[in-house]
């Protein structure tokens, strides 16, 4: 699957976007973000950790609102991942 990250998920990250490689059955998009926030547990200096962002993020699967933390995400999946922006 591919994962794009936006404004402060870019900087806790520390890319723009990466592909995570799913095998088995798939996962929830709760334990995507369980399996980012372990690739990536040092954010940059100054920055929240991913953890912290993905929490209080949106999500786009494949262009479309992902509220559910329980909807299954395939491995050819785009997952875009969208904190607040602006404070809101």
């Known amino acids: 699957m591919l994962v794009r990250y936006f404004a402060a998920a870019?900087?806790?990250a520390?890319?723009?976007s990466?592909?995570?490689p799913l095998e088995g059955p798939?996962?929830?998009r709760r334990e995507v973000e369980?399996?980012?926030a372990r690739r990536h547990p040092h954010p940059?200096?100054?920055q929240p950790s991913l953890a912290e962002v993905l929490a209080r993020s949106s999500y786009l699967l494949d262009?479309?609102?992902c509220p559910d933390p329980h909807?299954?995400?395939h491995d050819d999946a785009v997952l875009d991942v969208l904190p607040p922006f602006s404070g809101g």
């Open 34 to 36: 369980e399996l980012l």
């Open 14 to 16: 520390g890319t723009d």
């Open 63 to 65: 262009g479309v609102a």
């Open 10 to 12: 870019r900087a806790a």
């Open 44 to 46: 940059p200096p100054g």
């Open 71 to 73: 909807t299954p995400v």
């Open 26 to 28: 798939a996962p929830a």
């Open 18 to 20: 990466e592909s995570l």
